[in-house]
């Protein structure tokens, strides 16, 4: 088979993938950019993520990400003549703690929150009753708030991203799995069922199956995957205004715009399965109805799985790995609240080989070096 | 310890297994989200409630005879009734809700007797109240012995429509038109098939009669392609159409009616097999998705059967003999001593009422182009009010596969899960974009929504 060729080949259509791809040409209109994936439409991660957007972070990077992410996203309409909207929903993002070292982390936080502008605020728990009453006020202690954090249709974003690459003749392809990457005299060759594909630069977006892509090139990434589950309820009526998330429960609660709630609760396991298992509900269920009792009477309509990348200091892994034109964008499950933001900095990197502050810290060599920061504010194990 | 047997669905299918299986002497469980056992054909009425039923009497006799025999073996098994299974995984386990609390069951062996409902096809103006299915209405005058309209237009094809329409008359409705897509008369080419059903021919004919009586004016080769109405129906504009299903310029007409009720067939109830993991087969006509099975109903899990027309659609008749049929295949299946009583009258009834099936199936072939009634403006997804112009841009976009096309444009990520609309969607993408309807969208849990109360109060039972 003749191979197709292209200037830069991203692998993975999500969210990082393809924001990437339309802020590569944004740079530089007249590069031929292609972006193949696997799957489906928003079939990986990307389709299945709790939908939240926080600037509600304890590490400065976090910070700068969401920020500039958070701005995008209240322009995206325009920004990418979408004129459906991506159903944005700016309700604000309420982190709870039920222990005083929960609190004292987010105390901590919040003043570096400050020195971004970011409009958080410390509640004590009477105002987290009063602005989330379905709340358990049983060893609540308090909560930080921030008003400019909400929600958008992640199916929304995937598309109007989607839309707006191929409108700048980006190629997106579904259904095209790379099996193995090779490079020879400097030109990347992607295998794919379809026939090989040529590039110059290759950006890997497979989030947790990056190092499956990696290992045969002799690089390792320290990047493992969880597998987890999410719960969306009937439509009800209005209850939990802004996101939750209890540093506690492990838990993220959103009421989306159409009504109905989804959680993302989080446990410890491991794989890579996307099935449905028998014992998440029942094990689920009580842990939410502790955190929110004025759930308790609402339905379940669906769940469904998701696989999440992990990495040691669950931070994610953005830049050139060692080998010369080979990229990396591991999103440690904030592929949709960064992307905007992570897609500017690759593209800057890839087309004009410019490192961001924010991305140098974030490098794939880090771990060797031994330059890792623990975020604070995680919701998970 | 006996070896357990649980049936989900007390119809002629599950009744007839769970008598089939309790006689082989397993555990019988059946589950039944119904008050009272009997199915959609074999509705109860509460019992409260007097006045007479609708329905001809033998196939009430036929009712009666089958919920006898069920009630004559109750003593012997767990009969639940009002107990939802809304899970099943592939591990073997049946998740059931019971109220405000919920409970796992592991058998030996499951047989699925889920039936069927009916299948949708979006026209414009389908989703006003008034618009009903005519299987929806029935079920109003067999559980509440009321009728659900005063002025009534039935439509659609095969025999259920002619039923429904004779039972509505007998209510006191006013039955405005009788439309079917082709006439019933077509039946008759098959002299041979309609031999086999000659007891429910003579019972068709009947109901017939009495739509003379009544005279009901009869439409044939007509559809409706808009309901017509504000708040709610008044009136059904009506279309010929020629062989192949396309509306004909010019030949409209407007009935005014406060009922419109619409059977096209049925989709079945397979969504729990999925779930499991059972391979599923895809006949449009037949119930669309259904899981493979074998004539004993073993799907390709070992442990899951597949009974009635939950394994396609051939009636209430086959259901019955099959029930029987299945049930007895379950208990052999998880007993070690095997147990061979002669099935021959269950054998026998089912191919006789099969070949009588393969006739009627002939009268639900509904031609795609029925789905060209619907226009940009006409809901596909009643529960996320996806139109045919989102889900056209959707195709349009390239999204062609099941769960593409949900994740693009919503249709089944609503309150019913997609039972409602993914048919349309896959023969709507067939129409629109070209595309083979492929496969089923991947089913999750809940088959029915459970509120996280009932979810928190899990029991598991004592697996054997």
Request: aromatic content about 6%; hydrophobic content about 45%; overall charge positive.
């Amino acid at each position: 088979m003749t191979a197709v060729t292209t200037d830069v080949l991203v692998v993975g259509a999500g969210f990082f993938g393809l924001s990437s791809a339309w802020w590569m040409k944004q740079r530089r209109s007249g590069a031929r950019i292609m972006v193949v994936d696997g799957g489906e439409f928003a079939s990986g991660a990307s389709g299945r993520n709790g939908a939240g957007f926080r600037m509600q972070w304890g590490l400065d990077l976090n910070i700068l990400l969401s920020k500039e992410s958070t701005a995008f996203f209240e322009n995206a309409s325009e920004l990418l003549d979408y004129p459906r909207g991506i159903e944005l929903k700016q309700d604000g993002y309420l982190v709870l703690a039920h222990s005083q070292n929960a609190l004292d982390r987010l105390n901590a936080s919040i003043a570096i929150q400050h020195r971004y502008q970011v409009p958080s605020e410390l509640l004590d728990a009477e105002a987290c009753m009063k602005m989330v009453p379905a709340l358990n006020r049983e060893r609540l202690v308090g909560g930080t708030y921030c008003a400019k954090d909400g929600t958008a249709s992640p199916f929304r974003l995937l598309d109007a991203l989607l839309i707006a690459s191929r409108r700048e003749q980006v190629e997106v392809r579904y259904g095209t799995r790379v099996e193995r990457i090779e490079k020879r005299n400097g030109v990347f060759t992607a295998s794919t069922k379809d026939g090989p594909i040529e590039a110059n630069q290759v950006l890997l977006c497979t989030d947790w199956a990056v190092p499956q892509l990696l290992h045969p090139l002799g690089v390792e990434l320290p990047v493992t995957s969880l597998p987890k589950e999410a719960i969306v309820t009937v439509p009800c009526t209005p209850r939990v205004k802004p996101i939750l998330i209890s540093l506690e429960h492990h838990i993220s609660v959103n009421q989306l715009a159409r009504g109905s709630i989804v959680f993302v609760p989080t446990r410890a396991r491991e794989g890579s399965t996307i099935e449905s298992t028998p014992g998440f509900l029942s094990w689920a269920a009580p842990k939410i109805i502790d955190l929110l009792p004025g759930v308790a009477e609402v339905a379940v309509l669906r769940t469904w799985g998701c696989v999440s990348s992990v990495t040691p200091d669950m931070q994610p892994i953005l830049g050139e790995t060692e080998i010369q034109g080979l990229y990396v964008a591991v999103s440690a499950y904030r592929g949709f609240m960064t992307c905007p933001a992570v897609g500017r900095m690759m593209a800057s990197l890839v087309m004009d080989g410019v490192t961001d502050p924010v991305l140098a810290q974030l490098s794939p060599g880090r771990f060797k070096a031994g330059k890792t920061t623990i975020e604070p504010l995680l919701n998970q194990e | 310890m006996r070896r357990s047997v649980v049936v989900v669905g007390a119809g002629p299918a599950g009744m007839a297994a769970a008598i089939e299986a309790a006689a082989r002497g397993c555990e019988v469980t059946v589950l039944d989200e119904s008050a009272r056992p009997g199915g959609q054909i074999y509705r109860q009425a509460d019992p409260r409630l007097s006045g007479t039923e609708f329905a001809e009497p033998t196939e009430l006799s036929r009712k009666k005879r089958l919920l006898r025999r069920f009630d004559e073996i109750l003593h012997a098994i767990h009969y639940r009734a009002n107990t939802i299974a809304y899970a099943a995984f592939g591990n073997g386990e049946i998740h059931v809700q019971v109220g405000d609390r919920t409970e796992v069951l592991k058998p030996d062996a499951v047989v699925l007797a889920t039936g069927m409902r009916e299948r949708a096809i979006p026209f414009p103006g389908w989703t006003l109240p008034g618009v009903m299915f005519a299987g929806g209405a029935q079920a109003i005058l067999k559980a509440q012995r009321t009728s659900p309209g005063r002025i009534a237009v039935v439509a659609g094809c095969g025999p259920l429509p002619i039923v429904v329409a004779s039972q509505l008359t007998r209510a006191g409705t006013r039955v405005a038109a009788l439309a079917s897509l082709r006439s019933p008369l077509a039946i008759l080419r098959s002299p041979a098939g309609m031999w086999h059903g000659r007891d429910i021919m003579r019972e068709g004919l009947r109901y017939g009669r009495s739509l003379l009586r009544a005279s009901v004016p009869r439409l044939t080769g007509y559809i409706p392609i808009r309901a017509l109405g504000k708040e709610r129906l008044e009136g059904v504009q009506m279309a010929r159409v020629d062989e192949q299903g396309h509306a004909l310029p010019g030949t409209t007409r407007e009935i005014a009616c406060d009922l419109l009720a619409i059977n096209y067939g049925f989709i079945a109830n397979s969504e729990l097999a999925a779930m499991a993991g059972a391979r599923i087969r895809h006949d449009p006509d037949g119930g669309f998705w259904l899981p493979e099975t074998d004539d004993e109903g073993r799907t390709s899990l070992p442990w899951l059967f597949a009974a009635g027309d939950t394994a396609g659609l051939r009636g209430a008749l086959v259901a019955e003999s099959e029930g029987a049929i299945v049930g007895a295949a379950a208990a052999s299946a998880v007993r070690t001593v095997a147990t061979s009583d002669a099935l021959t009258e269950a054998i026998a009834a089912r191919r006789r009422y099969s070949r009588f099936a393969r006739v009627v199936r002939q009268t639900l072939v509904v031609p795609v182009a029925l789905w060209r009634t619907a226009t940009d403006d006409t809901v596909v997804c009643r529960c996320e009010n996806v139109l045919l112009s989102e889900l056209r841009s959707a195709l349009e976009n390239g999204h062609h596969s099941l769960n593409a096309i949900k994740r693009n444009a919503r249709p089944g990520m609503g309150w019913c899960g997609g039972r409602m609309c993914l048919h349309s969607v896959a023969v709507l993408a067939e129409l629109h974009a070209g595309v083979a309807p492929g496969k089923m969208m991947t089913p999750r849990p809940m088959a029915r929504p459970v509120p996280f109360a009932a979810l928190a109060q899990q029991k598991r039972a004592v697996e054997p």
